[in-house]
């Protein structure tokens, strides 16, 4: 019945400013804008198969929220960290490591970088891997290199 997530929505304290990120920075398609209502919708991906909706709200009013854009796994691999980087934005991972690197949720398998929009809200670059997941610790997290060594075990 369920085919995806069809839509999610962000508030932001400023929109002229999201809107510009969103659109600049992360390259989404602006489909619709309301001055009076204070909202802006984006495609993701083609449009009509994703949906991301900001409404503007006072500072004090928003609450962060997390999501992630799907990529594909050799760009978040290759490219995601220094597209942030030639934006002023930092990432990180759950290596604990200090680096801006990718890492690889091993349960499913996936890469995936962390980072901020101007606004908080935690968002992510992902992309699945192939290969079966290695499911001996769910919460098992490893840089890519160390990946490559355990996949086939």
Known sequence: MIKGLYETHLFVE????????YSKVMGLKLCRFSEERRAAFFWIG????FMLGLWEKPKEE?????????????WVLH????????HGIHSWNFLQDQKEI???????????????DPDGHDLEFIGVLPGEPKSDDENRVVSY???????DE
Request: glycine share 0%; charged share 35%.
């Open 79 to 86: 490219e995601s960290v220094p597209f942030l980087k030639s």
């Open 46 to 49: 083609k449009d009509k198969q």
């Open 102 to 116: 990718p890492m690889v949720f091993c349960w499913m398998p996936a890469i995936s970088i962390y980072f901020n």
């Open 62 to 74: 928003i609450d962060t929220r997390h999501f992630a854009f799907e990529c594909d796994p050799e």
């Open 145 to 151: 290199e160390e990946w490559l060594e355990i996949k």
């Open 14 to 21: 400023k929109l002229e400013r999201s809107i510009d990120f």
